[in-house]
């Protein structure tokens, strides 16, 4: 990616995961700037990775080729009319990874024509492991298409969507998709505890467990169904497990969270694309 100027709005830690990812695939630190309220924060980010920083988001955001919304989306709508002056004025591409804010809202704040990427990372982003879906506006071209998905490839893989609409699926999906898996370690473990495990023992074992799985899935061709069945032997321990969770009707219940989650998000973002009094 040429290294045009990169200004995040925000510097909590999802900033701090891309700015750590961008350098670390070689993008120059004086390229980057943070704008926060905390001179703390500001402080911290300077100190790591000796990026430009500043308290005022319009001269973070002056001569930007993008920008970065990572502030809570309840302050989104006092940030992106504070900065519609500036991006419009240069054309930059803004990128927003704040959950919940559809594209129209932020177009209704930020002015009409400017570019936008609408992306929804997952918390595996502070680890560089994170999963991003991201949906273009029309007005983003093929360059900053590239732009953008070259910032969030830092911290993970990244995935184009064609329809808006998706982004509460997504977010129902890999956005609160990490608590499922930690829900579903969580139990494991005690399970193992219940039947005779000690506590260290059982946190390592599903903990890697659950890595390794993952790794294989990442790694192989092959679909999880024909996996499961791989290591499934008839009439073994495997078998009578799955047979219970599938008696218990774990499909069913992921189904239906999901439908929850993904209808919880189409709720909020109709609450935060509100104007504010």
Not at 190 to 198: C, F, K, N, S, V
Request: proline share 4%; hydrophobic share 45%.
């Amino acid at each position: 990616m040429e290294q045009g100027i990169i200004s995040f709005i925000g510097g909590g830690n999802m900033c701090s995961s891309l700015v750590g990812g961008l350098i670390a695939d070689g993008y120059a630190p004086e390229r980057i700037r943070v704008s926060d309220p905390g001179e703390e924060t500001l402080a911290s980010l300077r100190a790591r990775f000796g990026v430009h920083t500043t308290h005022d988001n319009r001269e973070a955001a002056a001569g930007a080729g993008v920008v970065v919304l990572a502030v809570k989306p309840q302050v989104l709508p006092k940030v992106a009319a504070e900065l519609a002056p500036v991006v419009q004025e240069h054309g930059t591409l803004v990128v927003s990874i704040a959950a919940g804010i559809r594209t129209t809202d932020l177009q209704r704040w930020l002015g009409a024509g400017v570019a936008l990427v609408r992306t929804m990372p997952n918390t595996p982003a502070l680890v560089k492991s994170g999963a991003t879906a991201l949906f273009a506006t029309a007005a983003v071209t093929a360059a900053q298409r590239d732009q953008a998905e070259s910032v969030l490839r830092a911290v993970g893989l990244t995935l184009w969507l064609e329809n808006e609409e998706q982004m509460d699926a997504v977010t129902a999906l890999s956005g609160s998709g990490p608590a499922y898996f930690f829900l579903v370690m969580e139990a494991m473990q005690g399970a193992a505890q219940a039947i005779g495990l000690p506590e260290r023992t059982a946190r390592l074992l599903t903990l890697q467990t659950a890595f390794g799985a993952a790794k294989m899935a990442l790694e192989s061709d092959e679909e999880p169904s024909l996996l499961r069945q791989r290591v499934t032997s008839p009439g073994g321990t495997t078998e009578r497990a799955l047979n219970v969770l599938e008696e218990g009707k774990l499909r069913e219940l992921f189904r239906d969270a999901l439908t929850s989650a993904r209808d919880r998000s189409r709720e909020l973002a109709a609450i935060l694309g509100r104007d504010p009094d």
